[in-house]
């Protein structure tokens, strides 16, 4: 008999370990995530959260108090700019404004948030939500059958062991993942191409951000290449080195024997000025990596985060794209563990989100190549992609997606083309209810959602009775009805349709299927789609 039972077990439980045990919590499925940290994150790392985290805090409650210490620790809205040393001369601007020219495919803006703040936000929210988080604990071993996984844990200080028995297993043990490596599973992709280092200093910096509002800023100079980020009150913040020296000596590993002197070097060159005291307060050494795991899944285990890729934080993308893995897996093994979907459903989350993640591993190539080592000779890169289509753009081809016509087989563009495309994520406009302002996104979370536009009655019954012959929740929701005003008449057109249209949106916010008229509507027609959506 195994210690603990658990529908769910999650190796790790840092930020995607511990959304994955929010997001599970949220669609009501127990989890139990393991972290053999004894305590949330206690370095900043990753920071810079995309519109689409903040659309999935926003669905579980959590985006106000996100933004709420965001604005106790940095500025928002600042640039991403490239400077000779913080003192001296700007070199790019990369992007001047954080949130400019994409608040209106939005109803969340990016912000910046270090992990260190965020995680203890995300915890309490996952507790409440009934996961149950253990500390100071690893995962030994696991073994997987056909009907579940057994997992050996360990406390750190105790050494007493724990059996778990979980019907699924989610490997959030980041990029050097054990679970991943006792599969088997290989990563490829760029592999290593920086020894770096991440320098957290004090220091009186504020005179030299001279009023600007900097968020990231790269560091290009004959000593080093690398990142600042900033804190308010400008007394604190980290600098990543990537490489040191000049272009003619380039040296990629600056972990190997770095010492603290040498430390207070890469800050002093990098701030341009040695008259500032500064101290040192930690230094932590990573690899700079772009690869990609070959599997995602390996039966009853699915791989997410950093233990699925791994890429360089240029461009923000890293946390953000294991929060996406997290809300992807979430809502398929919910609807599977209460028998609602048939496990096959769980065979889309490779083909959803691999080649997403690919892609953006492929983005935070190019942003280290440009922004870091323009100089340097690299692999062959992709061109830069908008940030915005990495965000919000990426696209699903999978079986829990109904394409329509020919697929080109795109994996990302601008979320504002897609309009409503099936595989694509459903757009926000701004709808009324009850007289109080909402996003279409508000509408969608924790069940399948059949939205129409003003005249899709036919569709909404159907939907009705579709979902009573199939035994599911499904929310409908329809322009015009039960309280729901589209004030500015943009829903049909936003999401492609007429207005006798209707769409089938997934509880990830993703469109499913779509009607583009009332053609065809009964409850037959839905009953199919869902139950080809779901693999029953
Ligand atoms: C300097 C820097 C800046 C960054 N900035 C950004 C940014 O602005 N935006 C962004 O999105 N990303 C950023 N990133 C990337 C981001 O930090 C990572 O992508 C993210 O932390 C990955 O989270 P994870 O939970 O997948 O992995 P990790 O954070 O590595 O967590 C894995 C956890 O699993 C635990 N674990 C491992 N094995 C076991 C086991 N057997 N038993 C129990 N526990 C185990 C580990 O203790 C660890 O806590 C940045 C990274 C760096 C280095």
Redesign the pocket.
Same mark, same amino acid.
């Given at each position: 008999m195994p210690d603990i039972e658990t529908p769910v077990l999650i @190796?790790?439980?840092?930020? @995607? &370990?511990m959304s994955a045990a929010l997001l599970l919590g949220y669609h009501g499925v127990r989890s139990l995530a @393991? %972290?053999?940290?004894r305590g949330t994150a206690i370095h900043p790392? #990753? +920071?810079?959260i995309s519109q689409r985290t903040m659309e999935i805090f926003r669905t579980v409650g959590v985006e106000q108090i996100v933004r709420e210490k965001s604005d106790e620790q940095f500025v928002q809205d600042g640039a991403i700019l490239a400077v000779e040393t913080l003192a001296g001369k700007e070199i790019q601007r990369f992007i001047a404004n954080l949130n400019e020219g994409v608040t209106d495919v939005s109803p969340c803006r990016r912000c910046f948030i270090s992990?260190s703040l965020l995680e203890p936000l995300l915890k309490a929210r996952a507790e409440e939500l009934g996961a149950q988080l253990l500390f100071g604990? %690893? @995962?030994i071993s696991f073994e997987q059958d056909a009907d579940g996984v057994t997992a050996l844990l360990r406390d750190r200080d105790s050494g007493k062991s724990t059996t778990v028995r979980a019907q699924y297993m989610v490997a959030? !043990?980041? #990029?050097r993942s054990?679970v991943r490596e006792r599969l088997g599973i290989r990563m490829t992709g760029h592999g290593t191409f920086s020894k770096s280092i991440?320098i957290y200093f004090r220091a009186d910096v504020e005179p030299l951000m001279r009023g600007r509002n900097m968020t990231v800023i790269y560091v290009f100079n004959p000593a080093l290449r690398g990142f600042f980020r900033i804190e308010k009150p400008f007394q604190s913040g980290f600098l +990543?080195v990537n490489i040191a020296n000049d272009s003619g000596h380039p040296v990629t590993d600056v972990s190997t024997g770095l010492t603290e002197q040498r430390s207070l070097e890469f800050v002093r060159a990098a701030l341009g000025r040695d008259d500032i005291p500064i101290t040192i307060e930690n230094v932590m050494h990573?690899d700079s990596i772009a690869d990609v795991a070959e599997r995602f899944r390996a039966g009853r285990i699915l791989i997410a985060? !950093? +233990?699925a890729h791994a890429m360089p934080?240029n461009g923000?993308? &890293?946390?953000?794209t &294991?929060v996406q893995d997290a809300h992807n897996i979430a809502w398929k093994l919910a609807l599977v563990l209460k028998g609602l979907a048939g496990p096959e459903l769980l065979s889309t989350y490779e083909p959803e989100r691999r080649p997403a993640s690919a892609f953006t591993v492929e983005q935070a190539y190019t942003r280290y190549v440009v922004r870091v080592a323009p100089d340097l000779p690299a692999d062959p890169h992709q061109p830069l992609a908008n940030d915005l289509n990495i965000e919000l753009g990426y696209v699903y081809y999978s079986s829990a997606v109904i394409p329509e016509g020919v697929q080109d087989g795109r994996v990302h563009e601008n979320p504002r083309e897609s309009k409503g495309r099936p595989g694509t994520r459903a757009p926000h406009v701004w709808l009324e209810r009850d007289g109080a302002q909402v996003s279409t996104l508000d509408l969608f979370g924790r069940n399948f959602i059949l939205l129409g536009a003003a005249e899709s009655n036919p569709w909404c019954e159907g939907a009705r009775a579709a979902a009573r012959r199939l035994g599911m929740a499904l929310d409908i929701h329809r322009a015009g009805a039960d309280g729901l005003a589209d004030p500015s008449d943009e829903l049909a057109s936003a999401f492609g349709i007429a207005r006798t249209g209707a769409v089938l949106v997934r509880p990830d916010g993703f469109v499913a299927w779509r009607a583009e008229n009332g053609e065809g509507a009964s409850a037959d027609q839905i009953a199919s789609v869902l139950a080809k959506l779901l693999s029953r």
């Amino acid at each position: 008999m195994p210690d603990i039972e658990t529908p769910v077990l999650i @190796v790790g439980g840092s930020l @995607v &370990g511990m959304s994955a045990a929010l997001l599970l919590g949220y669609h009501g499925v127990r989890s139990l995530a @393991v %972290e053999n940290h004894r305590g949330t994150a206690i370095h900043p790392r #990753a +920071a810079q959260i995309s519109q689409r985290t903040m659309e999935i805090f926003r669905t579980v409650g959590v985006e106000q108090i996100v933004r709420e210490k965001s604005d106790e620790q940095f500025v928002q809205d600042g640039a991403i700019l490239a400077v000779e040393t913080l003192a001296g001369k700007e070199i790019q601007r990369f992007i001047a404004n954080l949130n400019e020219g994409v608040t209106d495919v939005s109803p969340c803006r990016r912000c910046f948030i270090s992990q260190s703040l965020l995680e203890p936000l995300l915890k309490a929210r996952a507790e409440e939500l009934g996961a149950q988080l253990l500390f100071g604990t %690893e @995962v030994i071993s696991f073994e997987q059958d056909a009907d579940g996984v057994t997992a050996l844990l360990r406390d750190r200080d105790s050494g007493k062991s724990t059996t778990v028995r979980a019907q699924y297993m989610v490997a959030a !043990d980041g #990029a050097r993942s054990g679970v991943r490596e006792r599969l088997g599973i290989r990563m490829t992709g760029h592999g290593t191409f920086s020894k770096s280092i991440t320098i957290y200093f004090r220091a009186d910096v504020e005179p030299l951000m001279r009023g600007r509002n900097m968020t990231v800023i790269y560091v290009f100079n004959p000593a080093l290449r690398g990142f600042f980020r900033i804190e308010k009150p400008f007394q604190s913040g980290f600098l +990543a080195v990537n490489i040191a020296n000049d272009s003619g000596h380039p040296v990629t590993d600056v972990s190997t024997g770095l010492t603290e002197q040498r430390s207070l070097e890469f800050v002093r060159a990098a701030l341009g000025r040695d008259d500032i005291p500064i101290t040192i307060e930690n230094v932590m050494h990573w690899d700079s990596i772009a690869d990609v795991a070959e599997r995602f899944r390996a039966g009853r285990i699915l791989i997410a985060g !950093d +233990a699925a890729h791994a890429m360089p934080p240029n461009g923000g993308f &890293g946390g953000n794209t &294991g929060v996406q893995d997290a809300h992807n897996i979430a809502w398929k093994l919910a609807l599977v563990l209460k028998g609602l979907a048939g496990p096959e459903l769980l065979s889309t989350y490779e083909p959803e989100r691999r080649p997403a993640s690919a892609f953006t591993v492929e983005q935070a190539y190019t942003r280290y190549v440009v922004r870091v080592a323009p100089d340097l000779p690299a692999d062959p890169h992709q061109p830069l992609a908008n940030d915005l289509n990495i965000e919000l753009g990426y696209v699903y081809y999978s079986s829990a997606v109904i394409p329509e016509g020919v697929q080109d087989g795109r994996v990302h563009e601008n979320p504002r083309e897609s309009k409503g495309r099936p595989g694509t994520r459903a757009p926000h406009v701004w709808l009324e209810r009850d007289g109080a302002q909402v996003s279409t996104l508000d509408l969608f979370g924790r069940n399948f959602i059949l939205l129409g536009a003003a005249e899709s009655n036919p569709w909404c019954e159907g939907a009705r009775a579709a979902a009573r012959r199939l035994g599911m929740a499904l929310d409908i929701h329809r322009a015009g009805a039960d309280g729901l005003a589209d004030p500015s008449d943009e829903l049909a057109s936003a999401f492609g349709i007429a207005r006798t249209g209707a769409v089938l949106v997934r509880p990830d916010g993703f469109v499913a299927w779509r009607a583009e008229n009332g053609e065809g509507a009964s409850a037959d027609q839905i009953a199919s789609v869902l139950a080809k959506l779901l693999s029953r």
